[in-house]
């Protein structure tokens, strides 16, 4: 499956970030901590530069805290100030300014020596529907940015005040032009990250299925009654978990377009549990 879906302005954005960095003295990078890689752009390390990062794993209500705490680490070995957060709930976001401080340990010795007392400014990246704006707003408890559950709402740049202490650069969401890897456009499109008319429902379903059937086969089971083999194809299980719910169309088909929505659904809504779908030693 190869998913295209560069909107132009997208480029535009790619260029104003990189003119906008002389600005701040941060970039907060964040990320759907189900899927923490292909929720990243993959040139925002090289965009960013030198500049101290810090990385937001957000969305963590909806993701395996076992899997939170090992990416977590992943990225702070690699010189990142990383924290989680949860921002229906909060949780987390009272860490964000200590976790700016640390990335910028070094600027604010270099100022007190100086006797300066500048605020910090950090520049907020993030591809479409990560949570970026909901998350800004928590932050900095205002209604700024405008937040919108479809992908690449936010538009323009914004400042935002935190405190005496701390500004936020808000940009547009950033998505690259081509998903080189097809399974990084399957993750994206099962968080709901891309657009759903670019990619056939009931196939992104039935991936899904066979992904979670391998690493939370529990999950179907107390919440489809799905029990099956391990090589059980996921149109199988989808129809089987279609059969379960009594999603029958005339002639005791399974209704398979029904399930697969109600199954996309309750993924992204938690109602089927809290799941990550990449882990740091897929990577190796």
């Not at 295209?4 to 701040?24: C, F, N, S």
């Not at 709930?89 to 976790?99: K, L, N, W, Y």
């Not at 401080?101 to 990560?130: H, Y």
């Not at 083999?229 to 009594?246: F, I």
Request: proline share 6%.
């Amino acid at each position: 499956m190869n998913i295209q879906w560069y909107p132009g302005h997208m480029t535009k954005t790619r260029r104003q970030i990189e003119a906008d960095l002389k600005l701040v003295d941060a970039v907060c990078e964040i990320v759907d901590a189900r899927i923490p890689i292909s929720s990243r752009n993959p040139d925002i390390d090289a965009i960013c530069g030198g500049k101290p990062r810090i990385l937001v794993l957000n969305r963590m209500d909806l993701a395996d805290p076992e899997a939170t705490k090992k990416w977590a680490a992943y990225f702070r070995e690699r010189g990142m100030s990383v924290i989680a957060t949860d921002c229906k709930s909060r949780r987390g976001i009272s860490d964000f300014t200590p976790a700016v401080r640390r990335a910028c340990a070094q600027k604010l010795e270099r100022d007190a020596k100086r006797g300066m007392n500048r605020p910090l400014r950090v520049m907020v990246v993030g591809i479409p529907n990560v949570g970026k704006s909901t998350l800004i707003n928590q932050i900095s408890g205002r209604k700024g940015a405008k937040a919108e559950n479809r992908p690449g709402v936010t538009r323009g740049k914004q400042w935002v005040s935190v405190d005496a202490g701390l500004q936020l650069l808000d940009t547009p969401g950033i998505l690259w032009p081509k998903f080189e890897d097809p399974k990084v456009g399957m993750m994206l499109a099962y968080t709901g990250a891309v657009k759903e008319n670019v990619i056939d429902l009931e196939e992104l379903a039935c991936f899904l299925m066979t992904l979670l059937h391998k690493h939370y086969p529990k999950a179907l089971l107390d919440r489809y009654q799905v029990e099956a083999p391990a090589d059980t194809p996921g149109w199988e299980l989808l129809e089987l978990a279609g059969r379960k719910r009594g999603y029958l169309v005339s002639g005791g088909e399974v209704n398979l377009e029904r399930m697969a929505r109600v199954l996309l659904d309750e993924f992204r809504g938690g109602k089927l549990g809290k799941f990550t779908l990449e882990m740091p030693e897929d990577l190796q």
